[in-house]
């Protein structure tokens, strides 16, 4: 059984469209997080939901905008889709983010912007 | 065998020690590797990465990779309680991101 998975793995779009990426964890986790992967392959948090309450939001374009309709699913929405958006974007959850628990991680999210 | 296995702790280890944390790996491919820090309710910060055997030092943080025997380490020289944290060693290959489970650490003071 998948812990953590994302959809779609790969998403090649125009610049200037709008597209969701979604997640869906089925841990039981009260938390959940976005993570934007570089060129350098280091992973950058983006956004993080405690039973669907935004408690960390790190500076990102306001094109960014996540969406969490219950604990178990975290949708980052990114509008007007720019070439620098390209990049692998990850999701994740943990138990209990106050802990500092154990974070499982989706297979990412390929995003090419042409 | 899991791709990259990490001690979840949680480790306690007096103020002003000397602060081991290791992971081992299986996969010779790795090429870069890393350590986080994450604080409770925060998402994991890199503290430091590298991509050759050897140390790396920074500051207090000292990382060391040993490609021969697949094995990783940080290490935090004269800890401080703000050091108390769980730490994540994590490694790429190609397009691939690998996490340790992470080793929580307890500075007492």
């Known amino acids: 059984d998948t812990a953590v998975s994302q959809t779609p793995k790969y998403l090649v779009t125009q610049m200037g469209n709008d597209k969701s990426i979604k997640c869906e964890q089925n841990?039981?986790?009260?938390?959940m997080y976005w993570y934007k992967q570089d060129s350098k392959k280091f992973l950058k948090i983006m956004f993080s939901?405690?039973?669907?309450?935004?408690?960390i939001n790190e500076t990102v374009p306001n094109r960014f905008s996540p969406k969490s309709p219950d604990k178990a699913h975290l949708n980052l929405h990114i509008n007007s889709l720019e070439l620098g958006d390209s990049a692998v974007y990850f999701c994740a959850s943990s138990q209990d983010a106050s802990r500092g628990e154990t974070q499982y991680f989706g297979p990412g999210t390929r995003l090419l912007v042409l | 065998q899991k791709e990259v296995e990490q001690d979840p702790g949680p480790l306690s280890v007096p103020e002003g020690a000397i602060v081991s944390l290791n992971c081992t790996y299986s996969n010779s491919a790795f090429q870069y590797f890393m350590w986080y820090r994450q604080y409770s309710r925060k998402g994991p910060e890199l503290l430091m990465y590298t991509y050759s055997s050897g140390n790396k030092e920074d500051g207090r943080f000292t990382a060391q990779v040993d490609k021969s025997s697949k094995y990783i380490s940080l290490f935090i020289r004269d800890s401080q309680p703000s050091d108390s944290a769980t730490y994540l060693c994590a490694m790429t290959v190609d397009d691939k991101i690998i996490f340790g489970k992470g080793t929580r650490l307890h500075i007492l003071p």
């Open positions: 841990l039981g986790h009260d938390t």
């Open positions: 939901y405690n039973n669907k309450e935004l408690i």
